[in-house]
């Protein structure tokens, strides 16, 4: 599977944009789709996921409430609703994909095999 991301930009803060990842090749329903994020000079770090089963949804503390994580099989699509979005939010979001991830390392980069290409969000204070 190949994977696409897209909508990012620039928001001021307070803001919303919704991020799209979509995959062709394969189906998508089998895969645990995940959001990663890295700002400048910092690590990749977990944003959310959506694990394909149990259908669970896991998201870090510091956007929970705010982010929103979900899946269109039929369109092959996963996207990531951000809300209020915060200066902070400011970085290179990816999408990643993994039919063998399991809940335990759900939030490690290495756990996903399958990446996009990044969507920049600027948010501005």
């Known amino acids: 599977v190949q994977l696409q991301a897209s909508g990012g930009g620039l928001v001021q803060a307070g803001g919303s944009l919704r991020l799209s990842c979509v995959a062709s090749?394969?189906?998508?329903?089998?895969?645990?789709v995940a959001w990663f994020r890295q700002a400048p000079g910092k690590e990749r770090e977990f944003v959310a996921a959506?694990?394909?089963?149990?259908?669970?949804?896991y998201y870090r503390d510091s956007v929970k409430g705010r982010f929103t994580i979900s899946r269109d099989n039929g369109k092959n699509t996963v996207f990531l609703q951000m809300n209020t979005l915060r200066p902070e939010d400011t970085a290179v979001y990816y999408c990643?994909?993994?039919?063998?991830?399991?809940?335990?390392?759900?939030?490690?980069?290495?756990?996903?095999?399958?990446w996009g290409q990044g969507t920049l969000v600027t948010v501005s204070s």
């Open positions: 990643a994909a993994s039919t063998t991830v399991i809940t335990s390392t759900i939030r490690s980069s290495n756990a996903y095999a399958v």
């Open positions: 959506f694990h394909r089963s149990p259908s669970v949804t």
């Open positions: 090749g394969r189906t998508f329903s089998g895969y645990s």
